[in-house]
DNA sequence: GTGGTCTAGACCACT
DNA sequence: GTGGTCTAGACCACC
């Protein structure tokens, strides 16, 4: 995995792990890899990995058993509201956004709209 | 104003600068308010306010005047391709942002348009 | 049985079972269940439940018979005790804290009074 | 500082601010002392007295200006609120201790006053 | 084996 | 000078 350097590594690592759960990679429950695990996997420390837990366990995105392991949440409304949250939270910064610069929402689709006909263009 | 502390303060006194500029409140060549002043009407520190200058320079945005002053640009195009860029990336951001969790650009179109829609109803 | 995360699993079924012995729905020199069986029970690694009776004997609260099982203790005093002895602890950590954040211990008998009065009325 | 070793020294030196905040030995919005000051005064590492802040933050108790520092919460009701909700977490920890022991409210409380008289007449 | 805590020391961005 | 992040390495309690 390759980092972006303007945003915290255990942010990263926290989305990765979120994109799986919400993509079903990971499933409800699912035992995560250990920190150390989890260390060498992204080639962070350990301390770094443990942060990672610590802060998804605060989302309730997943909790931890002494001595067992830390695991996916098992409360299955949590893991559909998660994407909903995640995409509703794209949503309402790139209106915002836009407001903020003077577009407006029809304008903000018909300009995404335009562009993503352009990328599917650009692939065939 | 009130600062996002997950986002540098000179980063958001920057972009309200440029917004002004996008939407005309402020015009081509016009003056900007000294460092000394932009800092109380932001209330932020002098420094913070110097940065703030500095930056936008880097990025063509406005220009300074030994002894005269800070002035937006004068560059028409400039001045046009600015809000182009600031959608662009709002754009792109957000279109990354779904497709990282999985969800297609058409998908996110509709959840726009959905949003939207009920965002007008609850205003009328 | 839940378990509180945020205290050893050993202490809580410790505590389970003195609690047992105090409201004597464990009797003096009853047999308790073997290693293996309060495991099940409690749905915990054996390991654990090893390490509850080891403790507890450490406390006097039970002992082993080689081949035979663990037992409740049968000095009668040490039960009777234990119950003096686990109230102390509660009121002493409770007033030590009420202490601590400037609250003296009329004010905390009133504030517990008036607590228990709100609840009996929750529940007529 | 003693450290009670049982009890993790981030939280102990949280107790001991909040404990400052309500009994007002530190004002509202009151500037606290840096990262580095407050690992000095508490002899530990810089590190540690970062989490101490960053968990604070997440209780609300304090709020952090990028360069300038960590200060006090500003809003009173947050402040009138720790009081009281730190006295019901100590109330409730007792009551349902006792009740888990077969020890009522009314008999917990007349244990308590007894206590408190015992220790008034030691020290008189 | 697991996570939790702590120290030590470094580098960075922000004010 | 401020907090934020990260690495490295250690020790501990728990399962």
Redesign the interface.
């Known amino acids: 995995m390759e980092y972006n350097s303007s945003i915290p590594i255990y942010l990263q690592v926290m ?1 990765s792990i ?2 799986d759960i ?2 079903e990679r990971l499933k409800l429950g699912e035992k995560l890899p250990s920190v150390r695990d989890l260390a060498l996997q992204y080639t962070i420390n350990p301390n770094t990995a443990n942060r990672v837990y610590k802060e998804l366990e ?1 989302e309730k995105v997943c ?4 001595g067992m392991g830390t695991f996916v949440t098992e409360d299955e409304d949590r893991a559909m509201q998660m ?1 909903a949250e ?2 509703q939270e ?2 309402d ?3 915002k ?2 407001k ?4 407006s ?2 304008e ?2 018909n ?3 335009r ?2 006909k352009e ?1 599917t263009k650009k692939i065939s």
Chains 1, 2, 3, 4 share one sequence.
């Open positions: 989305m979120k994109r919400v993509t605060n909790f931890t058993r002494r994407k995640m995409a794209l949503i910064e790139f209106l956004g836009m903020y610069i003077g577009i929402a029809e903000a689709i300009l995404v709209k562009q993503s990328e």
